[in-house]
C-alpha cells in the first residue's frame, strides 16, 4: 500500500482530492493504515513508525515558490493583513497563530527526513505533476489543481527583487534547497 505525505503548500489538498475521487489504492494523510485518524501533516518518520514497509511517497515545491505562496494564502485566509509586505514576512518571520508548527518557516525535508535519514521513496516535484503524478500512481488522469494560490498577477522574480529577502531564503530553506535538488539562483 502506498502513503501520500502531505507537506503544506504542495499541492496536498488537491492530491487527497485526485486520490479519493479516483478511488486510487493510496493512504492518505489523515488516516492510519487501521483507518484510525491522525493530524494532516504528520511526518514520514512517524508513520514510518508504525508501518515501516509502507510504500511513502510526497510532493515537493520550490522553496521560493512555496514560500510566496504561504505568503498569499495567509492574506486570503486573514491570518496576516493585506497590508503586511512581503519583506516583512520573510524578514520577521512571524507566527501565525492557525498553524502549527509555524509551518511557513518549516522545511520541506522535516516532514520527509529524520537524522539524516529518507523516510520516503519516491519525491515528486510539483512543477511537473502532471507528468510524474499519473505515471506513479499508475493511472492516465491528471490532477486538477484545486487550493491555487493567487499571486495577483506578480511573477516569482517580481516578489525576489531584495537581496536581502533572497539571501534570508536561500539561508532559511538551504536544506530544501540541497536534498530536493532545486536550483538557489533566481
Known amino acids: 500500500m502506498k502513503r501520500f505525505i502531505h507537506i503544506p503548500k504542495t499541492a496536498g489538498r488537491s492530491v487527497i482530492r485526485f486520490l479519493r475521487e479516483n478511488k486510487l489504492q493510496v493512504l492518505s494523510p489523515t488516516t492510519k493504515a487501521d483507518g484510525t485518524a491522525t493530524k494532516k501533516h504528520r511526518t514520514a518518520y512517524k508513520y514510518y513508525c508504525d508501518v515501516p514497509n509502507e510504500e511513502r511517497f510526497c510532493i515537493v515545491r520550490n522553496p521560493y515558490a512555496r514560500l510566496v505562496s504561504f505568503y498569499n ?3 486570503m485566509q486573514g491570518w496576516i493583513d493585506k497590508e503586511y509586505s ?3 514576512f520573510v524578514m520577521n518571520r512571524p507566527h501565525i497563530p492557525p498553524l502549527r508548527d509555524n509551518q511557513p518557516w518549516r522545511q520541506q525535508i522535516d516532514y520527509i527526513m529524520h537524522d539524516g535519514k529518507l523516510y520516503v521513496h519516491k519525491k515528486l516535484k510539483l512543477e511537473n505533476i502532471n ?3 499519473p505515471r506513479y500512481l499508475q493511472t492516465w488522469k491528471l490532477l ?5 494560490s493567487t499571486t495577483k498577477g506578480l511573477s516569482l522574480t ?3 527583487q531584495n537581496s536581502a529577502v533572497i539571501q534570508r ?17 533566481i
Not at 144 to 148: A, F, I, L, R
Open 73 to 75: 494564502y495567509s492574506i
Open 86 to 88: 512581503w519583506t516583512d
Open 131 to 133: 507528468e510524474s503524478l
Open 144 to 148: 486538477p489543481k484545486e487550493n491555487v
Open 158 to 160: 517580481s516578489y525576489y
Open 169 to 185: 531564503v536561500r539561508k532559511d530553506f538551504r536544506q530544501d534547497f540541497k536534498h530536493l535538488h532545486y536550483s538557489r539562483i
